[in-house]
């Protein structure tokens, strides 16, 4: 992914998300249709960009570090300097502490296609049940 992918990529979230909480200013019908309009142009504007606006998120998880540490002193002193490799408190506790990559896939374009075609189906529904009980 180039810099300027990675820029735009966090442009377009940043501005689907600034769009989400205007549409809370603005009451009924109206922030509905703000929403959905603004996301359709954000859509339309980078057409001519040709961006994928696709990246790959690594983050580290130690979820399982705690339960290491606390394997490693509820075990016995004796096992601290056993010759097993199954059995080595400091052999268990090396191979616990360590850290899993975790790797996602964030697709931009996906989601900003996804959350307006939400909105427009959520804002149909609305007026749906708006013109039934008129």
Do not use: W, Y
């Not at 019908?29 to 961006?51: A, V």
């Amino acid at each position: 992914m180039s810099v300027f992918d990675d820029f735009a990529m966090g442009a377009v979230k940043d501005c689907a998300e600034s769009l989400k909480r205007g549409k809370e200013f603005v009451e009924g019908l109206d922030g509905e249709l703000f929403l959905i309009k603004h996301l359709l142009l954000l859509r339309e504007q980078l057409i001519p960009f040709d961006i994928q606006l696709r990246s790959t998120s690594k983050t580290l998880d130690f979820t399982q570090t705690g339960a290491a540490f606390a394997r490693f002193m509820t075990t016995s002193k004796l096992q601290l300097f056993d010759l097993s490799l199954s059995t080595n408190s400091l052999i268990g506790l090396g191979t616990g502490v360590v850290g899993t990559v975790k790797e996602e896939e964030v697709d931009g374009r996906g989601e900003l296609e996804e959350v307006s075609r939400a909105e427009q189906s959520r804002a149909k529904k609305r007026q749906k049940r708006r013109m039934r009980s008129d």
